[in-house]
């Protein structure tokens, strides 16, 4: 995809984030902070019977960066597994992303990887 692609994606996610939304009943829980700039988000997960991601949900604040990232990721790990999560990387974030991530920008476009390897430090 052209860059000018991937920006609109991520402004298309910023301005209309999927999964915003808190789950009142959930397996997981991680928080992402990024002390720096004040960006912050808790991510939900609840697996269905089968084992695989049911629902997934996300709360918090940050700029466009941030916030498209979570609701990509959340997009990506619906009806994945708990051992599939756990291969989740970074570099799968910056893939979604599309477009080259400054230096300035890292923990943003990290935050939601740190929220998702925060909620599964306790399986």
């Known amino acids: 995809m052209d860059e000018e692609i991937y920006k ?28 720096s700039c004040g960006d912050a988000i808790a ?9 695989k991601v049911l629902d997934v949900g996300f709360k918090g604040d940050g ?17 994945m597994r708990e051992d599939e999560l756990k291969l989740i990387s970074p570099g799968d974030i910056y893939d979604m992303l599309g477009i080259r991530i400054s230096l300035g920008r890292t923990k943003c476009a990290l935050l939601p990887y740190e929220a ?4 599964l430090k306790n399986v």
């Open 8 to 35: 609109e994606n991520i402004l298309d996610h910023n301005r209309n984030p999927h999964n915003k939304k808190v789950l009142a009943d959930f397996d997981l829980k991680g928080e992402g902070k990024n002390v």
């Open 43 to 51: 991510l939900f997960v609840k697996f269905g019977e089968d084992g």
């Open 63 to 79: 700029c466009a960066i941030s916030q498209a990232a979570t609701s990509m990721l959340t997009d990506k790990i619906k009806g």
């Open 116 to 119: 998702l390897i925060d909620s």
